[in-house]
């Protein structure tokens, strides 16, 4: 029987720890929960290992302090590996995504490689946004797109299911960025690797609760990032 890992990173999110982790593991008996903590200071980490007494399927990595996004992917992605995991999925603990798609994606990876959870593909399917955000990510993924030529509408998604073979090939340790531009790199990489890419339908709803990390950091990388990865595959170094 295959086997899936939801890689769920973590800082600050005692209200939705519990809650999130249960609900990712009634949507299949094939699913297991990995949180990657970087040392949150209102004690995600405890919540977790608590749950982790009672139930097998929830694991957990706990980073000594705050190191981003892409790396807890890439620490996770390790992992997987590792524990030989079929389907490895990136997943917002804080109920942006809908733990319910997780069974729902499973089901397509017959068809592809990579699977993006996207909010672009039919129409805009974004709840809770301000405009101004909202305008920003639709034209930062037009501008990905026209710049890399990849065949992707929504490259910054958060919510993806990949095969195994998709994270042995792309060379994890190689992956640079750390905000919404390491969505971007991963795909491009994949892409590039001649892996089937496809994007399945999904509502993304702004977090009910905690704060937002986004940030003018994490604009200015995904900006940059794309003329990186175009300029490195001309020149057939990615």
Not at 48 to 66: D, F
Not at 73 to 87: C, L, M
Not at 140 to 157: F, L, S
Request: charged letters at 25%.
């Amino acid at each position: 029987m295959p086997k899936a890992l939801v890689i769920i990173p973590t800082y600050n999110e005692v209200p939705n720890a519990e809650r999130i982790i249960n609900e990712v593991l009634q949507q299949s008996d094939i699913v297991d929960v990995l949180i990657v903590d970087d040392n949150s200071p209102d004690g995600t980490a405890d919540i977790v290992k608590k749950m982790m007494e009672t139930n097998n399927r929830i694991h957990l990595l706990q980073r000594e302090k705050k190191l981003g996004l892409g790396t807890a992917y890439v620490a996770g992605f390790k992992y997987a590996i590792q524990h030989q995991y079929d389907f490895i999925f990136e997943m917002d603990a804080d109920f942006s995504h809908n733990p319910k798609e997780i069974s729902i994606m499973l089901g397509k990876m017959d068809e592809c490689d990579l699977l993006i959870g996207s909010r672009y593909i039919k129409g805009v399917n974004v709840v809770n946004w301000p405009m101004k955000r909202l305008i920003l990510s639709y034209s930062a993924n037009i501008y990905t797109r026209i710049i890399t030529g990849m065949p992707v509408h929504d490259a910054t998604a958060g919510f993806k299911c990949y095969k195994r073979k998709v994270l042995e090939s792309i060379n994890i340790d190689s992956l640079r960025s750390n905000g919404y531009a390491f969505q971007i790199e991963t795909n491009f990489k994949a892409w590039k690797k001649g892996f089937v890419i496809k994007e399945t339908p999904i509502v993304f709803v702004d977090r009910r609760v905690g704060v937002s990390k986004m940030n003018k950091k994490i604009v200015y990388e995904a900006a940059f990032m794309v003329w990186r990865l175009k300029a490195r595959s001309i020149f057939k170094t990615l």
